[in-house]
């Protein structure tokens, strides 16, 4: 059972933090920074499905978080619904739409497949942007009333953060469930060598395609629930390629293949993007550090920070997955 | 007995090349069926047909009563057809115990995962990996990693195993021990069709085989009627008193 994992009491330790420390010092300004966090966690241990399990690189996995934003947005301003069936119903929608397209390009491997999903966030980017009903490139933006259901903008912005806390969880939570199931070895073998997996009776464009709508699911909802708190949306910030990019490197640097280990890279990358954001000299410099942290995983510690517990202490393997 | 695999008329052709040309041939029920000829013959093209690789462009193939002509080999292990592979494929990063666990979970019957593992374990004692159970893949011999390959296949359950050159690079004492699994596979009322270079071996183990030469069937028979047949020795064997050599050593 998954309660008698270490991991999963880690994953409900990390997010009561995530709740206590702004709640204590009640601390909105903690609460923004903490948001960013959860955001890239959730977009790194999702995408972490496809690249880390299924070891099928998605370069586009930004879509997903975008397209919630979108469908969830709308749903909310020009259909009136209220925020939770909103976000659900983002996920299940961009779920779907994974699955359509998964079934197309998931027949492609390695390269092939990677650019693919580079011309899915193009593609859908640009279709976006000439979307009537998402606002072009306007994007689309929140009335105040929109908070009116939650008791007040003040307290939305609470509530978000409670909900994308909460979806931070569940995604950790996702990956650990599959990487203990049946489901999950196919992946793995999938990823270790596809032709070998389907001889051994895996259906893998099945598999594929199914993993890649499910890495879809939870981004969308968290895309919905962001792009509400922040009251509007437009398609740069919606797909920003970059953080596509990054999302890769958050994963890259924590330990592909591991729960913790996404986890990990995507709290200290972003802790230290914001530092560096923030920071007047180095604007903009976090692009230059990426770059190189990246070279320097893929050359020296292809397994990430995680990987690299494990060579050094081979038992944490049993409590850190 | 009866027919567990029938092939009938199968052809494959790449390009300008017809690697399988109008094969036929059956496979009885604990039977093994020894599958011989040079290299280029089509030997592994025919293995890749029958369990669904390739499509073929001509022909059919039928197991246990089921037309499986073109079934997606995933499909064809779920109704008892396993195999292994010449250049073996391992799941290198994964343990060898778990190698073995996926051929269970997703084998004829499409264990859970708790299931799956106590048959990996079982199968493992059997092929003598045991004490390998939690070592990753990677870090074994060639010899471990055919072994590993049978294992795999064996955990599926399968009704028909196909072997493709399970001793080649092997000490004579590991095929030696390799002989010795084969026919406990077929005490067990698994039938055996197997790719050999090995003579000495698939004279000893096979019950009839088949010979390929250039993509077509040359010769069908005992062991014995095999290497006394002048087409065969003409193409593959090279040595007339082959026959007599072979059955003199078993």
Same mark, same amino acid.
Not at chain 1, 147 to 171: C, D, E, F, K, N
Not at chain 1, 211 to 237: C, E, H, Q, R, T
């Given at each position: 059972?998954?309660?008698r994992?270490?991991?999963?009491w ?6 009561a933090v ?5 709640v204590r010092a ?7 920074d ?5 955001i890239?966690?959730?977009?790194v ?7 880390g ?8 996995h930004?879509v997903?978080?975008g397209?919630?934003?979108y469908?969830g947005?709308?749903?909310?301003t ?13 996920g299940v ?7 359509l397209?998964?079934?197309?390009i ?5 390269a092939?497949?990677a650019?693919?999903?580079?011309g899915?966030? +193009?593609?859908v980017s ?5 979307f009537?009903?998402?606002g072009?490139s306007?994007g ?20 978000t ?8 969880a569940?995604?950790?939570?996702l990956?650990l469930?599959?990487k203990?199931s049946?489901?999950g070895?196919?992946?793995f073998a999938? !990823?270790e060598?596809?032709?070998?997996a ?6 893998? *464009?099945m598999y594929?395609?199914i +993993? ?5 699911f939870?981004?969308?909802v968290?895309?919905?629930?962001m792009?509400?708190?922040?009251a509007?949306i437009?398609?740069?910030i ?13 994963l ?6 591991? +729960?913790i ?5 995507? *709290?200290l990358?972003? !802790?230290?993007?914001?530092?560096l ?5 180095l604007?903009?410099f976090?692009?230059?550090i990426?770059g ?6 893929v050359?020296?510690a ?7 517990l494990?060579?050094?202490?081979? !038992? ?6 | ?9 199968v052809?494959?052709?790449f390009?300008?090349?017809l ?14 069926l020894g599958?011989i000829g040079?290299? /280029?013959? /089509?030997?592994t093209?025919l293995?890749?047909?029958v ?5 073929p462009?001509?022909?059919k193939?039928?197991?246990a009563?089921? &037309? ?9 292990? @779920?109704?008892g057809l ?14 060898v ?5 996926v ?20 199968v493992l004692k059997r092929?003598?990996?045991a004490e ?13 990693? @055919?072994r ?8 599926a359950?399968?009704k028909?195993l ?5 001793l080649a ?18 005490e067990?009322?698994?039938?055996v069709f197997?790719?050999?270079?090995v003579?000495?071996?698939i004279? @000893? ?5 088949v ?9 069908e ?8 047949d002048p087409q065969?020795?003409?193409?593959y064997?090279? &040595? ?10 078993n």
């Amino acid at each position: 059972m998954i309660f008698r994992r270490p991991t999963f009491w880690l994953i409900l330790l990390l997010a009561a933090v995530f709740i206590y420390l702004p709640v204590r010092a009640g601390d909105a300004a903690l609460r923004e920074d903490l948001i960013l966090v959860a955001i890239a966690i959730i977009l790194v241990s999702n995408l972490n499905l496809m690249i880390g399990y299924t070891g099928y690189v998605n370069f586009g996995h930004i879509v997903f978080y975008g397209l919630g934003g979108y469908v969830g947005l709308y749903l909310v301003t020009a259909r009136g619904w209220r925020l939770q069936w909103a976000a659900l119903a983002a996920g299940v929608v961009v779920s779907l739409f994974a699955l359509l397209f998964g079934m197309g390009i998931l027949r492609l491997r390695g390269a092939y497949f990677a650019l693919a999903t580079v011309g899915i966030l +193009v593609a859908v980017s640009a279709f976006v942007s000439n979307f009537n009903p998402f606002g072009r490139s306007d994007g689309l933006y929140l009335s105040f009333d929109a908070y009116q259901p939650l008791g007040g903008a003040m307290r939305a912005l609470w509530v978000t953060y409670y909900l994308i806390v909460g979806v931070m969880a569940l995604s950790l939570i996702l990956s650990l469930a599959i990487k203990r199931s049946k489901f999950g070895l196919a992946l793995f073998a999938i !990823r270790e060598d596809e032709d070998a997996a389907v001889v051994l009776g895996i259906n893998a *464009t099945m598999y594929k395609a199914i +993993v890649y709508s499910v890495s879809a699911f939870l981004p969308a909802v968290a895309g919905a629930l962001m792009f509400y708190k922040n009251a509007m949306i437009d398609p740069s910030i919606a797909f920003e390629y970059m953080l596509s990019i990054e999302g890769i490197v958050m994963l890259m640097l924590g330990g592909q293949g591991t +729960v913790i280990g996404a986890a990990l890279g995507a *709290t200290l990358y972003e !802790r230290l993007r914001s530092y560096l954001l923030t920071s007047p000299k180095l604007s903009n410099f976090h692009l230059v550090i990426a770059g190189a942290m990246l070279l320097l995983v893929v050359l020296f510690a292809s397994g990430g920070l995680i990987g690299w517990l494990y060579k050094f202490v081979p !038992r944490s393997r049993e409590v850190i997955e | 007995m009866t027919q567990l695999l029938e092939v009938n008329g199968v052809s494959k052709r790449f390009g300008g090349l017809l690697a399988v040309s109008n094969v036929s041939f059956a496979i009885r029920e604990r039977e093994i069926l020894g599958l011989i000829g040079p290299n /280029g013959a /089509g030997k592994t093209t025919l293995f890749n047909i029958v369990n669904g690789v390739y499509k073929p462009d001509t022909g059919k193939i039928a197991f246990a009563g089921d &037309d499986i002509t073109g079934a997606a080999p995933n499909k064809v292990v @779920k109704l008892g057809l396993a195999r292994t592979h010449q250049i073996v494929k391992p799941l290198n990063n994964m343990s060898v115990l778990e190698n073995v666990t996926v051929g269970a979970c997703f084998g004829r019957e499409s264990l859970g995962l708790h299931a799956a593992c106590e048959v990996a374990d079982e199968v493992l004692k059997r092929v003598g990996l045991a004490e390998r159970a939690k070592s990753p893949a990677r870090s074994l011999t060639l010899a471990g990693k @055919k072994r590993l390959e049978v294992a795999r296949a064996l955990a599926a359950k399968p009704k028909l195993l196909l072997l493709d050159e399970v001793l080649a690079g092997l000490t004579p004492t590991e095929v030696a021990q390799m002989i010795d699994l084969i026919f406990t596979i077929k005490e067990s009322g698994v039938s055996v069709f197997m790719i050999e270079h090995v003579m000495q071996a698939i004279m @000893k183990l096979s019950d009839r085989i088949v010979v390929l030469n250039f993509g077509q069937k040359l010769a069908e028979g005992s062991p014995i009627e095999v290497a006394g047949d002048p087409q065969v020795i003409e193409a593959y064997l090279g &040595d007339e008193q082959i026959a007599e050599k072979l059955m003199e050593k078993n």
